[in-house]
């Protein structure tokens, strides 16, 4: 099945740095979403991204569905502690069991020490 | 304004014990999810129910049965539990299989098999 590689696995911030991670697949998407998973609650979500070469930002966060339709990205600017949490992308396609998530492993933000 | 709700939030078993976790969602949406998440595996699909009266398996599903109740509840059971399936479950429901707003999910279950 359709595998999603989302990196980096965990990263540090410190207040007021820039965060970006990706997701890539070996198979076109027609619709990428990011999660944000607060620790002990479930994933919510951020972005939805619909169209290959979409840009679309949620406050200071900013999406892209890649043109290749096989990636996605996410930028956080000018991050503050409660950025930190799990971040999970996820691709989608139609009809059937396609239309599933598909979930990437994750991007752990935490506070550098 | 409740969303998923999953019940119970904590649960420990001993090996071979049998349990069943319940989810319920009041946002009238047809499709409904079971994931387990492991440190460092991301969020598997265990069961889904695409609408009432259908079920169908995911990536997980050895060792889990579910059922879809009615619209609004879908339950997995464990029936013989085992050390590996210690995990964090979640439920999820969308308005379809194909919705284009992705998934609402619940807290969690954080279950302990020793």
Known sequence: ?113 | NAGVTQTPKFQVLKTGQSMTLQCAQDMNHNSMYWYRQDPGMGLRLIYYSASEGTTDKGEVPNGYNVSRLNKREFSLRLESAAPSQTSVYFCASSGSQGSLYGYTFGSGTRLTVV
């Open chain 1, 1 to 113: 099945g359709q595998q999603l590689n989302q990196s980096p696995q965990s990263m540090f911030i410190q207040e007021g740095e820039d965060v970006s991670m990706n997701c890539t697949s070996s198979s076109i998407f027609n619709t990428w979403l990011w999660y944000k998973q607060d620790p002990g609650e479930g994933p919510v979500l951020l972005i939805a991204l619909y169209k290959a070469g979409e840009l679309t930002s949620n406050g200071r966060l900013t999406a892209q569905f890649g043109i290749t339709r096989k990636d996605s990205f996410l930028n956080i600017s000018a991050s503050i502690p409660s950025d930190v949490g799990i971040y999970f992308c996820a691709g989608q396609n139609y009809g059937g069991s396609q239309g599933n998530l598909i979930f990437g492993k994750g991007t752990k933000l935490s506070v550098k020490p």
